[in-house]
């Protein structure tokens, strides 16, 4: 059975002949072991590009791979906003592109088929999908709306609009979803199979889950209804605890809901259990970053049994991006953990 084959059982709910493991988005790390930052892959060939991310696979064995990871900033780009690139690590937004909610222009979102950036990550996706996409899931991401409308607004202004403005939150909100599938729809186009919405801005450390509710979570129906209308999959990844809020992911048409090492994993069985599939939640810094691979191995093999995730539904995966700087062979381990753990 194919890695693709064995998501597909998994986000039916059914059980699969290994547990499947993958790590979550990566970009920064998959071109990192390359010697590439994220600035400098975009000034390689789109062959090249998914000839690094192909090889470190072939290294890894991850059931997921996700080109553009790393890149949701680059919509900002796209629509007039200033970004800057790290060394290492994904880039910053340094300006936003909204700065009166009530004087959006309704067509600004479409500027943003036309950054180069992520028309190469786009052939990149496209190049990927008919090489391995029979076998393995390959995989694109953006913020979700109301991560995205903070980043075009500025985090600040929504979060005090959320008390004193909302017409101008959903204004603004209602832009970023339209922002986010017109990024989105070029990869599907490429051939994708799989696309995770990031929404750390709706963390439960963050926002409550009445504000959630009425906030973040239309807008990401929205998004997740029109790709899952083209036939992906939806994953919807939160940091934080988000414990509160799990039961609203099915709610939103995730297929799949990646938590972070905040929540406990058999509390989000018990929650979305028999409704979505779930992923999570190995600590991306304490366990892959700056443990021994013996330390990875017990952490994975503790997870899956917390998780349950030989019933099926469920995909051992960190909490979260993992660091640059993060060790091959602890990644290793985690998916060797994982093809060896008893089913």
């Known amino acids: 059975m194919t890695s693709k084959e064995i998501i597909a059982k998994t986000l039916r709910l059914e059980k699969t002949p290994r547990v499947p493991v993958s790590l979550l988005s990566s ?7 390359a010697g ?6 975009l000034d390689v060939t789109p062959e090249r590009f998914a000839e690094v991310i192909a090889t470190t696979n072939d290294s890894v064995g991850c059931d997921i791979v996700w080109p553009g990871s790393g890149y949701h900033n680059l919509a900002i780009r796209g629509v007039g906003g200033k970004i800057k690139f790290r060394i290492k690590g994904t880039p910053d937004v340094q300006e936003s592109v909204i700065t009166d909610a009530a004087k959006i222009d309704p067509n600004l979102y479409k500027r943003v088929a036309d950054d180069k950036g992520i028309a190469l990550l786009v052939e990149t996706a496209r190049i990927l999908s008919r090489e391995i996409g029979s076998h393995t899931v390959v995989g694109t991401s953006q913020w979700a709306p109301f991560t995205l409308g903070g980043l075009a607004y500025g985090v600040e202004k929504l979060m005090r609009g959320i008390y004193k403005d909302k017409a101008a939150v959903h ?25 995770s919405l990031a929404d750390p801005t709706s963390s439960g450390d963050l926002i409550s889950r009445s504000q959630f509710i009425e906030f973040s979570l239309p807008y990401l129906q929205r998004v997740a209804a029109k790709i899952k209308a083209r036939g992906v999959w939806v994953t919807v990844h939160i940091c934080g605890n988000t414990t509160n809020r799990l039961d609203q992911i099915p709610i939103a048409g995730a297929d799949l809901m990646s938590v972070d090492y905040k929540v406990n994993l058999k509390e989000a069985r018990g929650i979305l259990g028999g409704k979505i599939a779930f992923a999570g939640n190995m600590n991306p810094v304490t366990v892959i970053q700056k443990s021994t691979p013996e330390g990875v191995a017990e952490a994975s093999r503790e997870a899956i049994a917390r998780a349950e995730g030989t019933s099926g539904g469920y ?18 381990t985690m998916v060797q953990t994982a093809h060896a753990y008893p089913v």
Do not use: H
Request: proline fraction near 9%; aromatic fraction near 8%; charged fraction near 15%.
């Open 36 to 41: 590439l930052t994220l600035e400098k892959a």
């Open 171 to 195: 204004a603004v909100l209602d832009f970023a979803a339209d922002l986010c599938f017109a990024y989105l729809e070029p990869y599907i186009e490429a051939g994708v199979s799989m696309i």
């Open 315 to 332: 995909i051992l995966m960190p909490g979260c991006d993992i660091p640059p700087s993060s060790p091959l062979e602890n990644v290793q």
């Open 27 to 33: 970009g920064a790390w998959t071109l990192n072991r």
